[in-house]
């Protein structure tokens, strides 16, 4: 049932094209517009959204930062992305005009359902982003917008990252549809770019060789950083939080513009920096910014390994390693660079001799609290 694969996770990082093609499958009428029959909430509540939160626990959290540049960019709605277990906790501002959404693979982690509750009894409408029909949280929420991204076993989430980003992707390019933003033009172009994205994502687990033998070679590593800026940072997040589930190797993610206020103190000789470099054609300095924040760690001693777009070459210099991944608009990319971060922790913990599918103290759904 691994399909040939040495564990469930490698099968489902390959299943990653098809995951994403899925979720995003039948979505166009015939004028081109996006449909999005599963959101049953009336439209002039969504009209009147002022607020979205998204709530969510670990891997699906990152989901949802990735989400809140996406959806502040085309929708203009304020929208901050919260875990579940702090949101419950404190007395967060929720009405009837804020929507919540809920981020959950599984459809069970009880901290996310919990959050849930409490949001609908403030009024709240909630629309789950869950892989799994009828569980828990879809049943419970106002509406659900199903990942298809097929049952995920391994314990660390792979194809569910990616396909919740789609999915999320589609309510933001939905909400700004219905809302009319000066984006709305632009609905289309996206969705053309996103259909792209699953063929591009195949191209990077065609190099999958380069980056296990990157992987056997850094199986020494004691400490791994991840940085990124944009949709990148929660990219390096989630890099970092792979390794150590799987490859228990101690491993953080950066905001690369925080380095200078700490971080920057832990580079040593040696020390291993993936970089998640956006894309030199997107706006604004991003690109050079984080060419600099390479140039920062790599003239302190670090190894750098730098995940960059096919055709940039100002990253080459101080790069101990590139990476490449396809050109794609910028906020895209989270689709893409993920992948190698994937494929370089579950290389890892296998050429430790770890059982990459069942890591330690580690289990598939938190059901409790
Ligand atoms: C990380 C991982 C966990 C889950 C988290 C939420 O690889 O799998 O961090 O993302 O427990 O689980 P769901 O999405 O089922 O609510």
Redesign the pocket.
């Known amino acids: 049932e691994k399909d040939g694969y040495s564990s469930f996770m490698l099968k489902e990082i390959n299943e990653q094209p098809s995951a994403v093609e899925q979720t995003l499958m039948g979505r166009l009428d015939q004028h081109g517009n996006l449909m999005l029959d599963e959101l049953r909430i009336d439209e002039s509540i969504l009209r009147a959204v002022d607020k979205i939160v998204v709530v ?5 959290a990152y989901a949802g930062q990735v989400a809140k540049y996406a959806i502040e960019h085309w929708c203009r709605i304020p929208t901050e992305v919260e875990l579940a277990h702090e949101f419950r906790y404190r007395d967060p501002i929720v009405n009837e005009k804020t929507l919540v959404v809920a ?7 009880m901290d ?1 359902l919990m959050a849930v509750r409490h949001a609908r009894e403030q009024g709240a409408k909630v629309v789950s982003i869950c892989n799994t029909n009828g569980s828990t949280i879809p049943r419970e929420s106002d509406a659900v917008i199903y990942t298809h991204a097929g049952p995920e076993i391994a ?3 792979t194809k ?1 990252f990616l396909s919740q980003i789609a999915a999320a992707y589609l309510l933001g390019l939905y909400l700004a549809q219905l809302r009319g933003t000066k984006f709305a033009d632009e609905v289309r172009d996206v969705l053309r770019e996103l259909q792209e994205v699953p063929a591009k994502i195949q191209s990077v687990l065609d190099a999958a060789d380069e980056v296990k033998d990157l992987a056997r070679r850094m199986s020494t590593a004691e400490s791994v950083l991840f940085l990124g800026r944009h949709v990148g940072y929660p990219v390096a997040l989630e890099g970092a ?2 390794l150590k ?1 799987i490859a228990y190797i101690h491993a953080e993610g950066f905001a690369a513009g925080e380095l200078k206020h700490g971080p920057i103190a832990l580079v040593e000789e040696g020390q291993p920096v993936f970089v998640i470099v956006p894309s030199p054609r997107g706006r604004d300095s991003l690109h050079a910014k984080v060419v600099s924040n390479i140039q920062e760690v790599r003239a302190r001693g670090a190894i750098t390994i730098v995940i960059a777009e096919e055709g940039d070459d100002a990253v080459v210099p101080y790069a101990n390693e590139v990476i490449r991944v396809p050109q794609t608009p910028v906020l895209l990319a989270p689709l893409l660079t993920t992948v190698p971060l994937q494929l370089f922790a579950c290389e890892l913990a296998d050429s430790k001799g770890y059982d990459v599918d069942q890591p330690r103290n580690l289990a ?3 059901t409790v609290e």
């Open positions: 969510a626990c670990g891997t699906a981020f959950s693979q599984s459809g069970e982690t996310t314990v660390a989430s569910a939080l792979k589930e598939k759904s938190v």
